[in-house]
């Protein structure tokens, strides 16, 4: 069965400081991959998506940027974090083509920047 | 431009009623319509979904309703259970048929109390 993992959980860190999340998905091969953020309030923003190593597609411009090192890896990263950039981000993956099945969503990340 | 939108932010219902969360889009492309279920401090996870050619799909105590004409869908749970009580998000999918994949659109979601 396919599985996401995404961690840490909660992240509290100084403004100006580096960020790495890191999501991996296992049982599935060639997944398009996604990373959300919901921030205090609002819905699901789409800020990177991926259909293959290396590629990613960014939805908004912003102090944060994506990977994909491996097929099955997504990092999203900042180089010096801003206060706003603190919310509940998550990775997601799907399969193509089957769009009735909608993405699977890893358990997020809360992050604080403080 | 929103185009997927959830006026409802919250909903309140009494356990065994029934809970009609509603939606609404503005891009006659979307050709699956989702709902998703989330928790605090959890991921969404996937309800129920509809096809744009359908008008109605049923799973259980869920159901999903679309009216094309009107841009509008509707997801019904009876009887609602306090275990029902969580933020609910709708989205809408467009397919990209040469790159095989599709991107989902999401609602700012409804959050929905089921009262004991």
């Known amino acids: 069965s396919q599985t996401i993992h995404q961690w840490p959980a909660t992240l509290v860190q100084p403004v100006g400081s580096p960020l790495s999340l890191e999501c991996t998905v296992e049982g599935t091969s060639n997944p398009n991959l996604y990373w959300y953020r919901q921030a205090a309030g609002r819905g699901l923003q789409l800020l990177f998506y991926?259909?293959?190593?290396?590629?990613i597609s960014s939805e908004v411009p912003q102090n944060l940027s994506a990977s994909r090192p491996q097929d099955r890896q997504f990092i999203l990263s900042s180089k010096k974090l801003l206060l706003s950039d603190s919310g509940f981000y998550l990775c997601?993956?799907?399969?193509?083509?089957?769009?009735?099945?909608?993405?699977?969503f890893g358990s997020g990340t809360r992050l604080t920047v403080v | 431009d929103q185009q997927v939108k959830q006026n409802s932010p919250s909903l309140s219902v009494q356990e065994g009623r029934i809970s009609i969360l509603n939606c609404d889009y503005t891009?006659?492309?979307?050709?699956?319509f989702l709902w998703y279920k989330k928790y605090p401090a959890e991921g969404p996870t996937f309800l129920i979904s509809i096809s744009s050619i359908k008008d109605k799909n049923e799973d259980g105590r869920f159901t999903v309703f679309l009216n094309k004409s009107a841009k509008h869908l509707s997801l019904h749970i009876v009887p609602s259970q306090p275990g029902d009580s969580a933020v609910y998000f709708c989205a809408a999918s467009i397919s990209y048929s040469g790159a095989g994949s599709y991107q989902l659109t999401f609602g700012k979601g409804t959050k929905l109390s089921v009262i004991p």
């Open positions: 891009n006659s492309m979307f050709d699956y």
């Open positions: 997601a993956w799907s399969v193509r083509v089957q769009a009735r099945y909608g993405y699977t």
């Open positions: 991926s259909v293959g190593i290396g590629q």
